[in-house]
């Protein structure tokens, strides 16, 4: 076994604790670290923090952490996480102006939120289509690029 495993074990481990999560984040050794990096615990916190970051013209990525996901039921509460995430993301990006791209995965069967598309007004509406390998129906399984 690689020792990168054993302590990707051993953090997953430790990370599970509220013990150790509760000292971490309220220790003043690591408070400010953690403050500084972590907007919060709810989509709202993330959110709010990515409009104040874009307000001051910084860039923001947001993680969602789910490296420990061991059964189908974890993996579903991380998948609802993010879709709540980028639900409430394009209605903070539509309310300041912003416009909202999809790439040919909406036109697939098993794209299912309707909803999201509805949100988008038609003129901040985006659709990409030099994405090369997710061109929409019915030119699925063909690579495109910006001249097709």
Do not use: C
Request: glycine residues 4%; hydrophobic residues 40%; charged residues 25%.
């Amino acid at each position: 076994m690689d020792p990168s495993d054993l302590l990707r074990g051993a953090l997953l481990q430790i990370s599970d604790s509220d013990l150790v999560r509760s000292t971490i984040t309220t220790a003043p050794v690591s408070r400010s670290v953690v403050t500084r990096y972590v907007p919060g615990e709810a989509v709202e916190d993330a959110v709010a923090t990515v409009a104040e970051l874009r307000s001051t013209n910084r860039l923001a990525t947001i993680d969602y952490l789910g490296e420990d996901t061991t059964d189908r039921a974890q993996a579903e509460a991380t998948r609802d996480t993010y879709v709540r995430l980028l639900d409430a993301l394009a209605e903070a990006a539509l309310a300041v102006g912003w416009y909202v791209s999809f790439s040919g995965i909406i036109t697939f069967k098993s794209w299912t939120d309707e909803a999201l598309l509805r949100m988008v007004p038609d003129d901040r509406l985006l659709v990409e289509s030099d994405a090369p390998y997710l061109a929409p129906v019915p030119h699925r399984g063909n690579a495109t690029s910006q001249h097709s």
